[in-house]
């Protein structure tokens, strides 16, 4: 009877383990920051595909949290993908909202042709604004650039939302092929938020 006892007892407490072990592997980090495996938007649970460092002169600027509904290697399978989509960035150093503006402008610039840009240029506009009214960005401050169906990309600075609401799906996919473009902002990062690196 007691080596029952003794049985059990070690299998609840191998179980126990098992799950505590479990569930810290399921958060990633990166540099010292964490990402959740999974993030909800607009009431769907979404997987973390990929994520890393975006650094500029081999200075962290931010870390990268790419999430989607489902598993994507590939751009394309990621740029028509259905339902939300997010991205998570935490900044690494203090970045005046011009630097961050800029950036952003670039981005688009190096991976968006003429007719592109025209289609959404009303919407670009609109997130340059956006980013005009803030002072800076700091260092551990976090941006999500959520896509949600049927509404739009939605930005949050720390959890508040900024800015309107840019309704064209095509607008989001413009802001992803900054990391995920044919000239991404940080070529060792794009295959790391696809998760093949």
Known sequence: MMINKLNVKALLAGFVMACTFSHGAMAAEVSGVKYDDTAKVAGK???????????????KVYATGLYLPE??????????????????LVLMRDIT?????????????HNLDKNEKSKIVTQISKFGEMFALLDALKKGDELN????????????????RIGEVAPDVAFYNAILSIWLGENPVDSSLKPKLLGTK
């Open 97 to 109: 909202s011009d630097e961050f503006g800029q950036a952003f402008m670039a981005g688009l610039n």
């Open 71 to 88: 598993k994507a290697k590939t751009v394309p399978e990621v740029m028509k993908m259905d339902g939300p989509r997010r991205v998570r």
């Open 45 to 59: 649970e979404l997987v973390l595909n990929g994520l890393g460092i975006r650094t500029k002169f081999i200075v």
């Open 145 to 160: 650039l959520d896509f949600i169906p049927g509404s739009g990309t939605t930005c949050y600075l720390n959890g508040k």
